[in-house]
């Protein structure tokens, strides 16, 4: 069994972790399966990973999006926009709403890779998905989309 430091409990990424796991959905029963962290956990393990997201990649400020379209939708039509603008929205442990779950706001890396809680908890490569196909695209980035907003999916183009 892997122990703790203190200095580990008091890191800002753990402490994300512990209230994403603990407090976001009090009695909530979850399977034993992953459940989204956010992408501030993989900081600092994945520094450049990271800085390339934040930076670079248009998901990273993907609720932006549905932010500035608000005015012109109803409720029921924003909330079909979060399955592709936002992590883990409507699975166990994923975004909720800007309020209760804001470090799940934007589509981060676990939208690619799965839930990280696993992957966070033990750095085992094998507990998140690492290699990445078009098929993992093509739940957001259908053809109707791409015709509807009028983008141009960037093929590795959305991260790192």
């Given at each position: 069994?892997?122990?703790?430091?203190?200095q580990k409990v008091l890191?800002?990424?753990f402490?994300?972790?512990?209230?994403?796991?603990?407090?976001?959905?009090p009695g909530a029963e979850f399977s034993g399966a992953a459940v989204y962290v956010g992408v501030e956990a993989?900081?600092?393990?994945?520094?450049?990973?990271?800085?390339?997201?934040?930076?670079?990649?248009?998901?990273s400020r993907s609720f932006e999006s549905i932010e500035k379209l608000r005015k012109g939708l109803t409720e029921e039509e924003i909330e079909k926009c979060y399955s592709c603008h936002t992590t883990g929205y409507g699975r166990p442990g994923g975004f909720v709403n800007p309020e209760e779950t804001p470090f799940l706001k934007n589509a981060g890396c676990e939208v690619c890779h799965g839930?990280?809680?696993?992957?966070?908890?033990?750095?085992?490569?094998?507990?998140?998905?690492?290699?990445?196909?078009?098929?993992?695209?093509?739940?957001?980035?259908?053809?109707?989309?791409?015709?509807?907003?009028?983008?141009?999916?960037?093929?590795?183009?959305?991260?790192?």
């Amino acid at each position: 069994m892997r122990s703790v430091s203190f200095q580990k409990v008091l890191d800002p990424v753990f402490l994300i972790f512990l209230l994403n796991c603990v407090l976001i959905w009090p009695g909530a029963e979850f399977s034993g399966a992953a459940v989204y962290v956010g992408v501030e956990a993989c900081r600092d393990c994945h520094p450049g990973e990271y800085a390339s997201f934040m930076n670079y990649a248009k998901k990273s400020r993907s609720f932006e999006s549905i932010e500035k379209l608000r005015k012109g939708l109803t409720e029921e039509e924003i909330e079909k926009c979060y399955s592709c603008h936002t992590t883990g929205y409507g699975r166990p442990g994923g975004f909720v709403n800007p309020e209760e779950t804001p470090f799940l706001k934007n589509a981060g890396c676990e939208v690619c890779h799965g839930p990280g809680s696993d992957h966070c908890a033990s750095r085992n490569p094998a507990e998140i998905k690492g290699v990445m196909t078009t098929d993992d695209c093509v739940g957001c980035h259908t053809s109707e989309r791409v015709k509807a907003f009028r983008y141009k999916p960037m093929i590795h183009g959305g991260a790192h």
